[in-house]
């Protein structure tokens, strides 16, 4: 059939076709392909990449900009001055249009950038054979006819069979919904659904024990996964960022639809030009948005991807910083994240307690028989004194999270038996004998309490144990299954000791004081569990096993979950319903893992944490990588993101209020005055400037306290401070038009000069209050480009207003009297808006402990 473009119709069934047709249909071998070969496919094909790019050329960009609605007012406000010979407001609308659209594009472009940046850098790697060697090749290389070699927690990387397998068994449920493994073998079938092909490997499905070799048939889009990928990338659900920024949008619409159909038919009604009036309702419409909202959050979250890297965090998703501030539960395993992860064996007894040789033998056998990835149980085993000298592996049944245990059929030359090691009560639950001084013994009641009384007592002092069983075999036995793990004796157990890290204890202190509640969820013994809590500082009032969790509804396991502070004995999709559970409940979840077990729950965490050494299933469902497996580092992670969303939340808070604030006043304002009281492009320009004086923010600082709580998007909150400051704001608006009116007798000229100037002045010099919910030299100091920007965008409005370009704007001159009064009027502002900031905020504290995440 060839190799395929991917204009050709897509294959169907390729599982069913033998194995060297395949080959021969895509001009390849069991030996791999030739790098040329290869590196022209790969051309032709494009890269092996599952979803579509997130990076749209500049011209879809300014496209999908421009039917913004917003935009398209502005646009053709702007086409209607133009048509009518207002030059001037033609070309304010025109800038503000050109740099809110340059600026956002262009930071747009450098996060991309970025991201791609952190994803190479954390990128998936294939163990591909090009040439006849085995070299290690990111996965978006991959070709059709590629060989790839598979190993136990490695990530399928495209579609394709298997050309050899060892007690291969993979997980599917990406495809099925089922977490039971799947066994694979070589031969090809008839089946005419994917889930039923016991030769077919799909991209995106995980190895959870055994290897491979597989022949790649199919890569990128062409595969299943990355159909599905495609699909729902065109329907991709919000986020939880822009879930609040879109409830932020609806408050904002409403605001501006009231004020401005408000002032178009009061004007109308009032038999002003219509024209005029359109223009100027337009202008109102611009002065309430906060246009540069995204860019300003494009600023921001980029930024602090940028200073948690720094931190040793990498983050794949931007929109995660966001959910990694607001996270208030970590749920996080036990070994390599609160322990040192250099498993040590300590112990090797028998079922009496006695140190035994035996036991230790009979381990190492297995542990080295093994063709699975090893553990760093089967590690510790294999680095004790000993030999295995005459003895042959025969056969194996691999691990799995069900059975927790594995076996092997090995011969010592005269005899066969299986050994099988695994979690202690999985192999008691396998035994009908105990081994005591070379003699069997029935497991009873009474043998059976001995050794849970020994085995409690090795897990009190934080040992985990492993169970060691045997089975005679035929000796002419070549295979083994799962149904043979039955009748086993008892020979021991294999005592570990992992030591809790050192710092783990101010880690966990540390997030503590930032409200981040620390959950453990391990598959270890639950004594084990409570010891290593207790050695780090974590509360264990109440520990749940997995039995319990298995005998609940998700219903009931979310109603008692956020009571629960350990977890024990639990598999993968208990861990995944754990926090499925805590997210039920209102909780903003990070889950913190690194093994084939912990994907699930990575995956349905709000944030998805992983380390650099994860395997590849963990990396790829994670949003967040640290370089440095400890919780530490995630400490300062949570810090970055809060801090990230409380200068975002800056934004909003200054832009609404303001904005509101200022349009309230010329709405009310254009009704009772004979006049305009702003120009539109006047509207426009102060708009301009604000804005320009706020692109600073994303490199402010923040106070102590913004850092302290978790944080989210409260719209109650925010449509409180917008009334309450916006409305101090207009009561000064009013008390200037009174001034300038009444006392100083000013004309239209004047009165837009002398409004404009105490409306920036008094826009741009309350952020450096707002921006802090403290006294102004008690908060945290502004960034040095916050400061240079907003003062530079006042230098500038005093400029165009006072200079010699003022009266191409409709501005004039001003006496000193009416500037110094101007001046006094700002300074009581700011007066009246620091106390006011005090009541639009103190309720905060007592909103903060009712996060309601309904939203998310």
């Not at 927690?153 to 039971?180: S, Y």
């Not at 079938?189 to 499905?205: I, K, Q, R, V, Y």
Request: hydrophobic share 50%.
């Amino acid at each position: 059939m060839g190799i395929l473009s991917p204009s050709e119709p897509k294959p169907e069934a390729f599982w069913s076709t033998p194995t060297e047709t395949l080959l021969l249909s895509l001009s390849s071998q069991r030996g791999g392909l030739r790098q040329a070969d290869a590196k022209d496919r790969l051309a032709r094909l494009g890269p092996n990449l599952m979803q579509p790019s997130q990076s749209q050329s500049i011209l879809k960009k300014i496209v999908h900009r421009i039917f913004n609605p917003l935009v398209a007012i502005l646009i053709a406000a702007a086409a209607i001055s133009g048509v009518s010979g207002d030059i001037g407001s033609f070309v304010i609308i025109l800038l503000v249009i050109g740099m809110s659209l340059t600026l956002d594009i262009v930071q747009e472009h450098r996060a991309e950038l970025t991201a791609e940046a952190l994803r190479q850098s954390v990128a998936i790697q294939a163990d591909v054979v090009r040439d006849g060697a085995v070299v290690s090749l990111p996965v978006s290389e991959l070709v059709p006819g590629d060989v790839v070699h598979l190993r136990t927690g490695d990530l399928v990387p495209a579609d394709g069979v298997a050309l050899e397998v060892h007690e291969l068994q993979v997980n599917e449920a990406l495809m099925t919904g089922e977490p039971f493994p799947v066994s694979k073998n070589t031969a090809p079938c008839a089946a005419t659904l994917p889930a039923e092909a016991s030769n077919a490997l799909f991209a995106g499905t995980s190895v959870v024990s055994g290897n491979a070799v597989m022949l790649v048939v199919e890569t990128g889009k062409r595969t299943r996964f990355g159909m599905i990928a495609a699909e729902l990338a065109t329907n991709a659900p919000p986020t939880a960022l822009e879930r609040g920024v879109n409830r932020l949008g609806v408050l904002i619409l409403r605001l501006t639809l009231f004020l401005t159909l408000f002032v178009l038919l009061a004007h109308l009604a009032a038999h002003r030009p219509a024209m005029e009036a359109f223009l100027f309702a337009l202008a109102l419409a611009v002065g309430l948005t906060p246009e540069l909202l995204p860019m300003i959050m494009t600023v921001t979250l980029a930024k602090g991807a940028q200073r948690m890297a720094a931190r040793q965090v990498i983050v794949k998703r931007l929109s995660a910083i966001h959910d990694l501030g607001a996270m208030d539960t970590l749920c996080v395993d036990k070994t390599g994240t609160l322990t040192e992860a250099k498993i040590t064996l300590a112990a090797h007894i028998d079922p009496a307690g006695r140190t035994s040789e035996r036991v230790l033998e009979l381990a190492r056998l297995n542990a080295a028989f093994q063709t699975g990835v090893r553990s760093p149980l089967d590690d510790a085993l294999l680095t004790a004194a000993g030999t295995l000298s005459g003895w042959e592996r025969i056969a194996e049944c691999p691990f799995d999270f069900q059975r927790r245990c594995l076996s092997v059929l090995a011969s010592d030359g005269t005899e066969r038996c299986l050994i099988v090691k695994g979690a202690p009560e999985c192999i008691l639950a396998r035994a009908a004998t105990v081994e005591i001084d070379g003699q069997s013994r029935q497991l009873d009641a009474e043998q059976r309490a001995k050794l849970d009384s020994l085995q409690e007592s090795y897990a009190r002092d934080g040992f985990r144990l492993l169970a060691v069983a045997i089975r005679p075999m035929p000796p002419d036995q070549a295979t083994v299954c799962v149904e043979e793990e039955a009748g086993l004796t008892l020979v021991g157990f294999c005592a570990f000791a992992d030591p809790p890290k050192c710092d783990a204890r101010d880690a966990i202190k540390n997030l503590a004081s930032l409200g981040v509640t620390v959950k453990l969820i391990s598959g270890d013994h639950a004594a084990v569990v409570t010891h290593v809590a207790q050695a780090v500082g974590l509360p264990a009032r109440r520990i749940m096993s997995g039995e319990e969790i298995a005998a609940l509804t998700d219903r009931a396991l979310a109603a008692q979950v956020g009571h629960v502070d350990l977890f024990a004995r639990v598999d993968p999709d208990q861990k995944r319903r754990i926090i499925a559970a805590l997210r039920h409940r209102g909780h903003v979840v990070g889950f913190m893992g690194d093994g084939v077990n912990d994907a699930p729950a990575i995956h349905t965490a709000h944030v998805g944490i992983s380390v650099a050494e994860a395997t590849e299933v963990a990396r790829a469902a994670a949003d967040i990588i640290l370089l440095a497996p400890d919780l530490s580092v995630l400490g300062a992670g949570v810090r970055e993101g809060r801090r990230t969303f409380a200068n975002i939340l800056k934004y909003v808070r200054m832009g609404t209020s303001s904005n509101f604030g200022n349009m309230l006043s010329m709405a009310l304002a254009s009704v009772v005055l004979p006049f305009l009281p702003l120009l539109p492009l006047q509207i426009l320009l102060n708009n301009l400037l604000y804005d320009l004086s706020e692109v600073g923010i994303p490199f402010d600082e923040v106070d102590a306290e913004d850092i302290a709580r978790p944080q989210a998007w409260d719209m109650a909150e925010i449509l409180r401070f917008t009334l309450v400051m916006g409305t101090v704001s207009s009561l000064f608006d009013a008390t200037t038009f009174l001034i300038l009116l009444k006392i100083f007798h000013v004309n239209a000229t004047q009165f837009h000069t002398g409004w404009f100037l105490e409306s920036i002045a008094t826009q741009i010099l309350v952020i450096f209050l707002i921006r802090s919910r403290r006294l102004p030299w008690r908060g945290s100091r502004p960034d040095r480009v916050l400061v240079i920007s907003s003062l530079g965008a006042l230098a500038a409005a005093v400029v165009l207003t006072l200079g010699p370009s003022g009266s191409m704007l409709g501005f004039a001159s001003l006496p000193p009297a009416l500037l110094a009064t101007i001046a006094l009027i700002t300074l009581a502002y700011l007066a009246a808006a620091e106390a006011a900031k005090r009541v639009a905020l103190k309720s905060r504290r007592k909103r903060a402990r009712k996060f309601k995440w309904g939203w998310m």
